[in-house]
Nanobody, 117 residues
Framework: HVQLVESGGGSVQAGGSLTLSCEAS????????MGWFRQAPGKEREGVAR????????LYADSVKGRFTISQDNGWHTLFLQMNNLKPEDTAMYYC???????????WGQGTQVTVS
């Protein structure tokens, strides 16, 4: 398992940008997938973006394609989410997650709030 701590959330106006960070500690050498998920009030948690070790392949939700970019440092200790052209519908609690399999859902951070007005 890994421990995950998110940071970088905040309040921005529509069209603005934010960069989220997720610091991972613990058994990071076994991490195969890391990702960002979000949950808005009254809605289910949804996947935003994920990245896979080895190939570096990335996947994005259709709603964020072309606006968000996921990346990680070479040691898989820090995960980033660059968010550009933010929209009010991006408002949510954003969670970092990691796994040793394809799911990206085994370990979770505590979340960081993003509010777009």
């Amino acid at each position: 398992h890994v421990q995950l701590v998110e940071s970088g959330g905040g309040s921005v106006q529509a069209g603005g940008s934010l960069t989220l960070s997720c610091e991972a500690s613990g058994n990071t050498y076994s991490t195969y997938c890391m990702g960002w998920f979000r949950q808005a009030p009254g809605k289910e948690r949804e996947g935003v973006a994920r990245i896979y070790r080895g190939t570096g392949a990335t996947l994005y939700a259709d709603s964020v394609k072309g606006r968000f970019t996921i990346s990680q440092d070479n040691g898989w200790h820090t995960l980033f989410l660059q968010m550009n052209n933010l929209k009010p519908e991006d408002t949510a609690m954003y969670y970092c997650a990691a796994s040793t399999d394809l799911s990206c859902r085994n370990d979770w951070g505590q979340g960081t709030q993003v509010t777009v007005s």
